[in-house]
Nanobody
Framework: EVQLQASGGGLVQAGGSLRLSCTAS????????IAWFRQAPGKEREGVSC????????DYADSVKGRFTISSDNAKNTVYLQMNSPIPEDTAVYYC????????????????????WGQGTLVTVSS
C-alpha cells in the first residue's frame, strides 16, 4: 500500500524556521518525483517545490525561492522542506505528493500530475 505521511507543521513566527517531513512507503522511492503543494484558505492548491529522486534535480515556486529548500534522504524514504524566513503569506495546509518519474519538467506544478497524496499539515506563520 502506497502511503505518504506529512508532518512538522505548526505555528512559527515570521523570520523563524520550520522543517516539514514527508515519509513514503509502498513504492520505489528512488524512482519518484516528490513534491510539496500548499493550499491557503480560499485559494487554489499551488506547487511549492519538488525533487526528482532519480536525478536529484529540484524546482521551486518563485514565491519561495531563496527561502525554502527541499531535500531527500533516500535511505529514510523521506523528503524534507526546510522553510526559512517564512512570511504570513506562507500560511497554508501543506501536502506532499508523489508520482513515478520521469515527468515533463514543467509539469511538476500540476497537482493532476501526481498519483499519490499525503494528508496535509498546517503551517501558520504569525507576524
Amino acid at each position: 500500500e502506497v502511503q505518504l505521511q506529512a508532518s512538522g507543521g505548526g505555528l512559527v513566527q515570521a523570520g523563524g524556521s520550520l522543517r516539514l517531513s514527508c515519509t513514503a512507503s509502498g513504492f520505489t522511492f528512488d524512482d519518484y518525483v516528490i513534491a510539496w503543494f500548499r493550499q491557503a484558505p480560499g485559494k487554489e492548491r499551488e506547487g511549492v517545490s519538488c525533487i526528482r529522486n532519480y536525478d536529484g534535480s529540484t524546482d521551486y515556486a518563485d514565491s519561495v525561492k531563496g527561502r525554502f529548500t527541499i531535500s531527500s534522504d533516500n535511505a529514510k524514504n523521506t523528503v524534507y522542506l526546510q522553510m526559512n524566513s517564512p512570511i504570513p503569506e506562507d500560511t497554508a495546509v501543506y501536502y506532499c505528493a508523489a508520482v513515478e518519474g520521469p515527468i515533463h519538467r514543467s509539469d511538476w506544478v500540476l497537482f493532476g500530475a501526481y498519483d499519490e497524496w499525503g494528508q496535509g499539515t498546517l503551517v501558520t506563520v504569525s507576524s
